[in-house]
């Protein structure tokens, strides 16, 4: 496995991979990598001929700095894990590396980041876009692999290929879970033991949800609910959304016509934690 640290050396691989007519499979990342990441290499090394992963934890796309500081860091064992999945390379820049100034490019992508993870994290998809055009300029992919437990940043990263022309085929992928229903996530490194069972709140609030919205009821009561339980676990609710999974307008009902997404986020402890469940799940 090719292992860049500087992105010249990136790019001249990257080079001779599309000059070879090889396609480029591209699976971004912060690292702390599990089973969720595992299941997007394997996905791009199905669909294309060489697989890059980059392990960036992106300063400018956190807008608190402690969870900045907290956010999980695991680079050995990543690359011990990426090594047997036999990806062919690893992009791990250091922040120099990728800002060497501050960067003054801003991004509006009307509606769809000023609600939800964008109204409770401000200035969080700003920094998203900016370091996936930086890396799709980088790793100069085929194909880029996003988890859909992140829908609302697969929902941007759509919105900037349309509107940047990147050359780039976007793949979601269905969020993997422990058995327990939790989906995976690198902040789960952050869990206690104890803490990981009650994280299960969030799986079973969207079941709850998406029974009672098919039942007819309306999103504001379910959510009253859904409150009390997080609330009888010990954790915080945040949000509890359902949107058109099309174009993201948040909904009260579930209707005929729109294909629909519920989405929630919720504090466990300190840690934050988000997950989606498609209605037609
Ligand atoms: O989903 C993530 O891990 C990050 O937001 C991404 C896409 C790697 C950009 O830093």
Same mark, same amino acid.
């Given at each position: ?189 952050? =869990? *206690?033991?104890?803490? $990981?069972?009650?994280?299960? /709140? %969030? ?5 709850? @949800?998406?029974?009672? &919205? +098919? ?24 949000? =509890? *959304?359902?949107?058109? $999974?099309?174009?993201?307008? /948040? %909904? ?5 016509? @729109?294909?629909?997404? &519920? +989405? ?18």
């Amino acid at each position: 496995m090719r292992i860049f640290r500087d992105i010249e050396g990136l790019k001249v691989w990257s080079l001779d991979q599309q000059n070879a007519s090889r396609r480029i499979g591209f699976v971004p990342t912060m690292g702390a990598l599990h089973e969720g990441h595992l299941r997007l290499l394997e996905h791009a090394q199905s669909a294309c001929d060489v697989t890059v992963c980059s392990i960036f934890v992106n300063p400018v796309q956190f807008n608190n700095t402690e969870d900045l500081k907290n956010y999980p860091r695991t680079l050995d064992k990543d690359l011990e894990l990426l090594e047997a999945k036999k990806c062919d390379a690893v992009f791990i820049p250091d922040a120099s590396e990728m800002y060497p100034e501050t960067p003054q490019v801003k991004f509006d992508f009307g509606n769809l980041d000023k609600i939800l993870e964008g109204a409770y994290r401000p200035g969080h998809f700003n920094g998203v876009a900016l370091v996936v055009s930086k890396l799709f300029n980088m790793v100069m992919p085929h194909e880029a692999y996003f988890g859909q437990k992140d829908y609302q940043q697969y929902m941007i990263v759509s919105r900037l290929v349309k509107d940047l022309s990147f050359d780039v085929k976007l793949k979601c992928v269905p969020t993997t879970r422990e058995q327990s229903g939790l989906a995976m996530s690198s902040r789960n490194a952050r =869990l *206690s033991p104890e803490e $990981r069972v009650r994280a299960t /709140i %969030l799986y079973r609030s969207l079941r709850h @949800a998406q029974a009672k &919205l +098919l039942e007819g009821k309306r999103v504001s009561e379910v959510k009253t609910v859904v409150e009390e339980m997080c609330a009888q676990a010990g954790c915080r609710l945040e949000y =509890l *959304s359902l949107a058109d $999974r099309k174009n993201f307008a /948040i %909904l009260e009902q579930v209707t005929e016509s @729109a294909d629909c997404i &519920l +989405l929630v986020a919720a504090y466990v402890g300190e840690v934050r934690l988000i997950d989606n469940m498609m209605m037609t799940e």
